[in-house]
């Protein structure tokens, strides 16, 4: 393998060893077993063990196996946008705004369209926060309104008038038939067609959402798994100094 290549790992550096899980829509059986052993095997698997099969019911059934691949790639010929983050700590973050704006900065959050998980957005927004951090609600320096789950989009855009939003913060982690993707431009259509959107600064997040997926729909930012508070409150106020800036 060349410097710079990666491949999975389990026991030993580069040993391939993966993980992998699926449905069969059929019971458990010795065929459903073996069944299961030939797709991974087709998949490119090798010295395939499996450590889990269970009925669900309704004739489904569930696999967890563990194996080997002979694929790596090269990190160096791989080119995506990243969010560059230099982290503030809660006291700087505070500080900032209360020198830089004079003003407390006024955030919105919801999950827009049918999206009915909150659980992530509340691991930014409330108090109680997410990996030991505080959420922005406990930050003296921010206004946070959370408009909760299955938010139409159209509402955002009304509350982002009526309380002067200067952030909007959107999850999203329904992603079947790309609806997320739907989501997210529309708003950030609609925010344009009302002349706000370049007035605020527009951040999504979501399990499966990253820096390419705000930009093509129009966000400033995209935060993933195991996003913190404090990377986004410290997103937050380097994008607010950055328009300040800009308008001097
Ligand atoms: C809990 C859960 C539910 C709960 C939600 C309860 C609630 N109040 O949120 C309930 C039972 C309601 C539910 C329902 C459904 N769910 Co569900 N659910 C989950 C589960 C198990 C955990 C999600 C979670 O809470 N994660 C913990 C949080 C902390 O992680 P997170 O969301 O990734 O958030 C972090 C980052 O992504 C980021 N982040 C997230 N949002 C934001 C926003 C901003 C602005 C920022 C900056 C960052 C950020 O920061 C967070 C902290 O680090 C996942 C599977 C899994 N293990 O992930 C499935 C999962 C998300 N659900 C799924 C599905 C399919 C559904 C249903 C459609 C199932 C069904 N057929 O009915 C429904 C949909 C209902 C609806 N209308 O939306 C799928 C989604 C697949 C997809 N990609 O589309 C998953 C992945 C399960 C799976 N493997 O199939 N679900």
């Known amino acids: 393998m060349n410097i710079g290549e990666v491949r999975p790992y389990g026991d030993r550096m580069n040993d391939g060893a993966i993980q992998i899980s699926f449905s069969l829509p059929v019971p458990v059986s010795a065929r459903s077993i073996e069944a299961v052993k030939l797709i991974a095997a087709r998949m490119g698997m090798n010295n395939i063990r499996l450590v889990h099969a269970q009925d669900m019911g309704n004739n489904f059934s569930f696999y967890i196996l563990y194996g080997a691949i002979n694929i790596s790639v090269d990190l160096q010929a791989i080119h ?5 983050l230099q982290l503030f700590d809660f006291w700087e973050i505070n500080d900032l705004i209360r020198r830089e704006f004079e003003r407390k900065v006024v955030v919105i959050g919801a999950t827009i369209g049918v999206d009915a998980h909150t659980v992530g957005l509340d691991a930014i927004i409330s108090a109680k926060g997410f990996g030991g951090e505080s ?3 406990r930050y003296p320096q921010f206004e946070v309104f959370n408009l909760g789950a299955q938010v139409p989009p159209e509402l955002v855009v009304e509350y982002s008038k009526k309380i002067h939003a200067d952030v909007v913060l959107v ?6 038939r790309n609806v997320h993707l739907f989501n997210l431009s529309l708003l950030a259509e609609l925010l344009e067609a009302e ?4 007035k605020l600064i527009l951040i999504c997040g979501g399990p499966y959402i990253n820096a390419q997926v705000a930009l093509e729909t129009g966000f400033d930012a995209g935060f993933g798994p195991g ?10 106020v380097h994008e607010l100094m950055k328009r300040k800036m800009r308008k001097k």
Do not use: H, N
């Open 80 to 84: 995506v946008p990243e969010v560059e």
């Open 135 to 137: 959420g922005l609600e």
């Open 171 to 176: 999850s999203q982690v329904v992603t079947q």
């Open 195 to 198: 002349k706000l959107r370049d």
């Open 227 to 236: 996003t913190t508070p404090l990377q986004v409150a410290s997103f937050i």
